[in-house]
């Protein structure tokens, strides 16, 4: 078995990944100052409030507190462990690391590097098909038909699935591939005889599916003739691919989206490649799904605007409606544009070339509501009252799905210049429309639910004891000596969100010296920490303290994980001074006048909840406890009722003395104390 990941090689990997450009991948980022600001990737927003400081290496959103490293964004988004993380940040910089280490995996973290490497090796796999056999003649008559020459056909990685019924699987189980991650990933499937498993994909040109950093994570296959088979067959869903959050083509067209601010939608796959091999790279397709607002969600971290181009045919226009009313729900600015009859962006962009496609996309591309009118105007629907009137509903119901107000009514005044039907009877046939959808999503929220409500019922009912004592206020302790069993109890419960005067406590600790740290642990005590990652943070920092090391942001966010996560939760503000102000008026600001007495008040509420807690656990074990031990657990609970007592009426300052050292008198002494008017001359 292979050694463990050296921490030095962690640091290694952390030090060579840029946490901007990673970021970067998902979220579309403008400087601000020394961090970078863009639209939060783990919750719905539409003004930024997710920052990325590279100078610490941390990200943090101040709409839903999420934040971390760069191994804790990968983590999030790819959806993998922290190993894997490191290992596929380590690929993308030129980090060499050990073998893995049976350990470090858990099933699930296995299961998936293996798919990806099952996909890897199908990848190469079919492209030396494609590239060296003479059963792939058809495929390279086929994309040279389309232009595509040598270079093309090794950026995209397209293959050639040979038609014979096993015999990817047969290479690849030769090679070592287990057969797990064959049937797992998609690219084989059980005999129905019973006798072994085929290939997924025969006889076809692939074209594999990135995500945005780069990596395989599924197929699709073209047919290749005129036999009777569907024209596209692609991977199901794995646990890497899921086909409702992923656009063809977004690996090779998010930085020139965010350049442009315009993402080009298409529909098919050679739609992508022969606009991107003309130079128009931000463009990418929805691959022949219908388009969900995950995907749409995806196109607007990089871009605010879109350009859909969708066949004419009757498919074609139910897509590219359905996909209006997505892309302004999620807030971006929509544009259509229809090619000449019988051409699509493959067929345009090869025959006419890319001045004369972006000259067509300049002239004729039209806002939706124009767009609408002017489809209707084409199929005698806007000259027929009672056609024209369905039309207009179809408008404001896209415009409905704005959520902003100021672009709804501008919408709606444009619809009425165009209809002359009046803005008082179309705004209040919007404020209908608008009454219907948030019915019906809270109806659609309410199923979800109750379905929740009934899974978690199911799989949960021997927890109902353990759930409920997890809704008790939060506490803090009075003995030290609380017993083992009871902190892992305390430990195993559920957590939600981390307590602020836990964090208001670890956060002072690290950005004051060391009498502050002196102070806060000479007045509680590890145990007395709710939070599992916090009682282990602050843990951490008495122990550097005892040993004299340095105790700072700077250090903890070149830690491994969690502590960058954390201390992106606990030090990062989203507002700070200004540094120049400090130099005009010669004096720094800082958030706590009083370090110590913002101490006091965080160390009562700590203390407070833990009896709380403790509370709730003797009175557990009273009920179930018998003769003399009630008696010693009724004499805690007493003893645990008057210290909560005394900890609720007494002041601050009382309960936590100031400590007797010179920089404690010195900044003591700068209490600023607001007094009533009436109290001034007293």
């Known amino acids: 078995m292979a050694a463990m990941i050296p921490d030095e090689k962690k640091e290694e990997v952390r030090g060579a990944a840029d946490i901007v450009e990673v970021v970067e991948d998902y979220v579309k980022l403008k400087r601000s100052g020394r961090s970078w600001k863009g639209l939060c990737p783990f919750h719905d927003e539409k003004t930024a409030s997710f920052h990325v400081t590279p100078d610490l290496g941390i990200y943090k959103c101040f709409g839903c507190g999420e934040s971390g490293d760069v191994f804790n964004f990968v983590m999030a988004m790819e959806g993998v462990g922290f190993v894997e993380a490191m290992r596929s940040l380590a690929d993308r910089y030129g980090v060499s690391l050990p073998e893995k280490d049976d350990e470090e995996f858990d099933e699930q973290h296995h299961l998936r590097e293996g798919i990806y490497y099952a996909l890897k090796y199908a990848g190469v796999f079919f492209h030396r098909h494609l590239v060296e056999t003479d059963e792939a003649e058809k495929a390279r008559e086929y994309l040279q038909q389309r232009g595509y020459d040598r270079s093309i056909i090794k950026k995209y990685g397209l293959g050639y699935a040979p038609a014979g019924g096993d015999k990817l699987y047969k290479t690849a189980i030769d090679s070592g591939i287990k057969e797990e991650y064959l049937l797992e990933s998609g690219l084989v499937k059980p005999s129905n005889r019973d006798d072994g498993f085929y290939d997924a994909f025969r006889g076809r040109l692939m074209f594999p599916i990135f995500n945005p950093s780069g990596k395989v994570i599924a197929y699709a296959g073209r047919v290749l003739g005129e036999e009777k088979a569907a024209k596209y067959i692609n991977s199901p869903q794995t646990k890497v691919y899921d086909k409702s959050s992923v656009l063809y083509g977004i690996n090779f067209a998010k930085n020139e989206i965010r350049k442009t601010d315009e993402v080009i939608l298409v529909e098919g796959y050679t739609d992508v490649i022969s606009l991107q091999q003309k130079g128009i790279d931000n463009v990418a397709a929805s691959s022949g799904t219908s388009l969900t607002p995950r995907q749409m969600k995806l196109l607007h971290r990089y871009g605010d605007t879109i350009t859909m181009i969708y066949d004419s045919d009757s498919a074609g226009q139910r897509a590219m409606k359905r996909g209006i009313n997505i892309a302004l729900r999620e807030g971006m600015d929509v544009n259509l544009l229809e090619l000449p009859k019988g051409e699509d962006p493959d067929s345009f ?68 210049s165009k209809a002359k039907v009046g803005d008082r009877a179309l705004f209040d046939e919007l404020g209908k429309i608008r ?18 409500e009934r899974e978690a019922r199911r799989s949960n009912r021997d927890q109902d004891n353990g759930r409920s004592r997890a809704s008790q206020p939060h506490t803090v302790a009075f003995n030290e000596q609380t017993d083992a069993n009871q902190q892992d109890q305390r430990q195993s419960q559920p957590r939600g969100k981390r307590p602020n005067y836990e964090k208001e406590l670890i956060r002072l600790m690290l950005i004051y010296d060391r009498d502050i740290i002196d102070y806060i642990g000479s007045q509680c005590n590890g145990q007395q920490f709710e939070d599992k990652q916090l009682r282990k943070f602050y843990e951490d920092i008495i122990a550097r303290y005892k040993d004299e090391k340095e105790v700072s942001i700077e250090v903890y966010a070149d830690r491994e994980h969690p502590y960058p996560k954390l201390v992106g939760e606990v030090a990062l503000e989203e507002h700070s001074v200004s540094e120049r102000h400090h130099e005009k008026v010669g004096v720094q600001y800082k958030k706590d006048k009083n370090p110590y007495r913002t101490a006091k008040g965080a160390l009562k509420a700590l203390k407070i909840h833990y009896l709380d807690r403790l509370q709730v656990e003797l009175y557990e074990r009273y009920n179930s406890a018998e003769d003399e031990e009630r008696k010693k657990v009724m004499k805690a609970m007493k003893e645990a009722g008057r210290q909560r007592t005394i900890l609720q009426q007494s002041p601050i300052d009382e309960l936590f003395p100031d400590p007797d050292s010179d920089a404690a008198k010195k900044v003591s002494d700068k209490v600023f104390e607001y007094k009533m008017k009436h109290e001034r001359n007293q």
């Open 349 to 416: 962009v090869r025959q006419f070339g890319k001045d004369s496609f972006l000259e067509m996309k300049k002239e004729e591309s039209e806002n939706f509501l124009t767009y609408q009118i002017h489809k209707a105007k084409e199929e005698g629907r806007w000259e027929n009252p009672a056609e024209k009137k369905n039309v207009i509903s179809e408008i404001l119901e896209s415009i409905a799905h704005m959520p902003d107000p100021v672009s709804r009514e501008t919408f709606v005044q444009h619809l009425n």
């Open 435 to 452: 009454k219907d959808l948030k019915e019906e999503r809270q109806k659609a929220k309410r199923r979800e639910k109750k379905r929740r």
